[in-house]
């Protein structure tokens, strides 16, 4: 007798499957598959992810162990980890980009109104930076770092307000950080936190100039001078103020306007930061405010390599890799989109706990969090990795 619809299957149903043959339609994914379909494709890494599989084999392991259940999972039958793997490799992992990107979307529709920073400020505020994930050079030759280092990196812009991305940009490890400037557009009256490997004053005057007001911390080489200085009242730590003009043989001419320079202690951590900004209507103290939640960034990269299969890889081409980290992406969203939706209050890495353990289950999917005691279900470093 069906008593309901899986716990996996009833988090599935939150991603649009019209969505899904569309992308697999403008890459024509599906030709000539004998079975495993990209959307069963899709099922089967999501449960490896969801269900915190150690590889690609005990993920198909598992689907084989519950081979009377995989109908009810939209799987059909178990598939051989050698047909899961031969798929990773050759089906174009665009269309698991395109999907996640989709998802994104609703995530941020949903998430519209959330408001996760300690300011108050009209517009968009996003962090833009990027995690290094490392790889073995004899087993991932393509992805360029170092003589004997291979890696690729994860270039993501955070919506610090609702902690969802906006945009994800996978390459190899030899690609630069500022490089990600050129194929990003933002609102205007938009705020744009960043660290100091993505200072390059040409790319920071055409967003001054597309009405972006950036935040990054300078670096001590900088050649300027002062030509005017705010009071400033050293006991909240604002230690200067000052609008400065760039006096270096090239970068005055890369960007030959006013900046903004702020020299702050945080008393917290005892680091001295100098902040460059192209606005001057905010306060020092909000702009290094602005500053101190880029850590929200830091902290998503931490929450998924922790949390979602992105270290250790289940295929060795580079489509493999870039198909299992886009759905690792898509499965995240979706346990962000499944905890709107249900108005859940559990953290997102709660919600993720008990989704791993009850995904065969029945019980709808909102009761499984109703008076759930989730005292024994912590993070580790709880106090850094909270999102959401």
Known sequence: MNKGKMVFTQLIQFASDDVFK???????????????????????????????RESLSD???????????????????AFDKSTIARANENRDWRIFRDFALKLIDNARVLCKDDNLLDLKLKGKVYALDATVIDLCLDVFWWAKFRKAKAAIKLHTLLDLKT?????????????????????????????????????????????????????????????????????????????????????????????????RRIRYFDAKTGNTLIFLTNNFKLSALTIAALYRNRWGIEIFFKWIKQHLKIQTFWGHSENAVRTQVWIAIATYVLVVITKKKLKLPQKLYEILQLISLSAFDRTPLKNLFLNENIQDVKEQDCNQLILL
């Open 22 to 52: 569309g992308c697999v339609k403008r890459y024509n994914g599906d030709y000539n598959n004998k079975g495993l379909t990209c959307w069963k494709q899709f099922l089967c890494m999501a449960f490896g992810q969801l269900t915190h």
């Open 59 to 77: 993920t198909a392991l598992c689907l084989r162990l519950h081979k009377d259940k995989l109908y009810h999972l939209g799987i059909g039958r």
């Open 163 to 259: 902690a969802i991305p906006e945009y994800i940009f996978i390459t190899d490890g030899s690609v630069h950080e500022v490089n990600t400037l050129d194929y990003i557009s933002f609102p205007a009256g938009s705020y744009l936190v960043m660290d100091k490997a993505y200072i390059d004053f040409a790319r920071l005057r055409r967003l001054a100039v597309e009405r972006t007001n950036f935040v990054v911390t300078a670096k001590d080489n900088m050649k300027y001078r002062v030509i005017k200085r705010k009071i400033t009242k050293k006991e909240t730590g604002v230690i200067c103020d000052q609008t400065i003009v760039l006096t270096g043989a090239v970068t005055s001419k890369k960007y030959p306007e006013r900046l």
